[in-house]
């Protein structure tokens, strides 16, 4: 039994699916991982079937009905975990542009550094680690942090990473807050709820790699959303009493 779960969602991914789960379990620390997948129609589902006979009790996979979006992905995936004993959970893309060699970095800065959620961060001190993407995309990306970080008081540089480990009593608390947002912002709210939490916060340096393969899932709706979504949750938090249980 392994006490780390990584949730990585998936639509579309047939080309990249396979790759990503042999290289995680062969690394040397043991993972489970699970697979959300929102009912892709290139087969991606039936690739992760079909390891499941060579990964018996290691990989699993939930399916789901349309795209859904990536907050419900997620924390589709956290409630399945947390009816099982896993202690830190891990969210990860499926394209490599979170690279499985870093995975335990993030899980050491939560189980041996003592941190109750670890960021693989792209922008750590103002530096910006991103491999082929369009200046427009990492402009946008990184003032968007900013914006994030000024709004709200965020002590995050990356706010919007979605490369992160988080120990279980994080994940009970935030998701007993009733998470709204499904895209980027989900990314933020989780993180915002955290940190109100009071819960210790690390980010660890990571080189982030736009995929090879496969289509981009990014769209602009999903900044629409982060953008007015930040300025909603700030004015709700003034009305929130942030206490763990």
């Known amino acids: 039994m392994s006490d780390s779960l990584i949730i990585i969602p998936t639509y579309n991914e047939k080309e990249n699916v396979a790759k990503m789960i042999r290289k995680v379990f062969s690394l040397d620390k043991v993972y489970h991982v699970l697979i959300v997948d929102d009912g892709s129609p290139d087969g991606t589902a039936a690739i992760v079937k079909d390891l499941q006979k060579e990964y018996t009790d ?11 979006g990536l907050g419900t992905a997620y924390i589709h995936g956290f409630n399945w975990g947390l009816k099982r004993a896993y202690q830190y959970f891990i969210e990860m893309d499926c394209d490599f542009s979170h690279n499985p060699d870093d995975l335990i970095r993030l899980y050491s800065a939560c189980a041996k ?13 103002g530096v910006v680690n991103v491999i ?5 995309r990492v402009m946008m990306s990184y003032f968007a942090s900013r914006y994030v970080k000024t709004i709200t008081g965020l002590p995050v540089d990356d706010a919007t990473a979605g490369f992160k480990c988080y120990r279980r009593s994080v994940v009970e608390n935030v998701l007993q807050s009733n998470v709204t947002f499904v895209g980027y912002a989900f990314q933020i709210e989780m993180k915002f709820k955290s940190w ?7 980010e660890v340096p990571v080189i982030f790699t736009d995929r090879t393969e496969g289509e981009s899932k990014m769209s ?10 930040v300025i ?14």
């Open 232 to 245: 909603q949750m700030k004015i709700k938090s003034f009305f929130k009493t942030y206490k763990q249980a």
């Open 113 to 125: 550094e003592g941190n109750d959620l670890a960021i693989g961060s792209r922008y750590v001190g």
């Open 132 to 136: 082929n993407w369009p200046i427009a």
């Open 196 to 202: 109100k939490f009071g819960y210790k916060i690390k």
């Open 58 to 68: 290691r990989l699993f996979i939930e399916e789901r009905t349309g795209k859904l």
């Open 220 to 229: 602009t709706s999903i900044f629409y959303e982060a953008f007015f979504g």
